[in-house]
C-alpha cells in the first residue's frame, strides 16, 4: 500500500515546470539534503503546490514506518534513486533520494547500501546536474555519464546550446563552481576569462543572486580582482538595489 502511495506522490507533475522548460524543484540548492517543512511561497502556481505537498506526503509516510515497512519503504526509495537507464524519470530519482535523506539515519544508509550519506548525497548532486541538463535538451541519461564527461568541454557545450538562457549561463557556473571546490573529480579548473566572460553574461541578464553567489566564491581567488568583469559585477551587486528602489523614481508631489 505504501509504496502505491510513494508511485503516486514521488513523481513530478508535468506542469511544474517554468516558463523556460525547466522544473521548479531543479532550483533548489543541493548542499543541504535534510528535508525542512516550510511554508510554500509559490503563490498561484498549482502544480508546484501539488507537487510539494506530494513530496510532503511521501516524508510523513516513510517517516511513520517502522519495522519492516521501514525495511520495505527504504528498499523502494532506493531502488527507485539508483535505478539505471530511464525507467523512473530523473526528476522523481531525485525526489527518491531527497525522501530518503530525509529520513534515513546515516547508520541504515551504510547498512542498506554499504554507503554513506556523504556519499549519497554526491550521487544525489551529480543526479542534479544530470536533470538540468535534460531540462535543457542535452544529452547526459546517467550519472556515470556526467560524471565521466570532460567538464571544460560540457560548460563550452551548455554555453554553445543554453548560453542565452538564464538556467544555461547558471548551470555553467555551477559546474564550473562544482570542479573549483574540489566536489568533481575532473581535473578541471576554470580559467579566469571563462569566469569573465560567466560574469559579463550574469550581469547583462540581471541575474543579482546568482551574480552574488558567485563573487562570494570568487572572493577567494586574488587572481580575479583586477579583471573589469569582477568589478563590473561588484558594482552592479552593490547598486541593484538602489535602482530599483523606486522604478520609476517617486516624485517629490507623489511623496
Not at 75 to 92: C, H, K, M, S, W
Not at 209 to 236: G, M
Request: charged share 25%; with cysteine.
Amino acid at each position: 500500500m505504501k509504496c502505491s502511495l510513494l508511485d503516486r506522490w514521488l513523481p513530478e507533475s508535468k506542469g511544474n515546470y517554468s516558463q523556460t522548460g525547466v522544473s521548479d524543484d531543479l532550483d533548489e540548492t543541493v548542499t543541504n539534503f535534510r528535508f525542512a517543512f516550510k511554508a510554500n511561497d509559490r503563490g498561484s502556481d498549482s502544480s508546484g503546490d501539488d507537487d510539494e505537498q506530494s513530496f510532503i506526503r511521501s516524508v510523513y509516510l516513510c517517516q511513520g514506518s517502522s519495522g519492516d515497512d521501514n525495511d520495505a519503504a527504504l528498499d523502494y526509495l532506493l531502488d527507485v534513486g539508483f535505478a539505471p537507464g530511464r525507467e523512473f524519470p530523473t526528476t522523481q530519482k531525485l525526489r527518491a533520494l531527497k525522501c530518503l535523506l530525509s529520513v534515513a539515519s546515516d547508520e541504515s544508509l551504510r547498512e542498506k547500501t554499504s554507503k554513506s550519506a556523504d556519499e549519497i548525497r554526491s550521487h544525489l548532486s551529480s543526479l542534479h546536474f544530470v536533470a538540468r541538463l535534460q531540462a535543457l535538451n542535452l544529452p547526459y541519461d546517467s550519472v556515470s555519464a556526467f560524471e565521466a564527461a570532460d567538464k571544460a568541454a560540457l560548460v563550452e557545450s551548455v554555453l554553445r546550446s543554453c548560453g542565452h538562457l538564464r538556467q544555461g549561463i547558471a548551470l555553467a557556473v555551477d559546474i564550473c563552481v562544482s570542479a573549483s571546490s574540489g566536489g568533481s573529480a575532473s581535473s578541471f579548473r576554470p580559467s579566469a576569462s571563462l569566469w569573465t566572460g560567466l560574469l559579463d553574461r550574469m550581469v547583462t541578464l540581471s541575474m543579482l543572486a546568482e551574480v552574488r553567489s558567485v563573487l562570494e566564491e570568487l572572493n577567494r581567488r586574488p587572481h580575479l580582482w583586477h579583471f573589469e568583469a569582477f568589478r563590473k559585477a561588484w558594482k552592479f551587486v552593490l547598486l541593484r538595489p538602489f535602482e530599483t528602489a523606486a522604478s520609476p523614481p517617486v516624485g517629490k508631489a507623489e511623496v
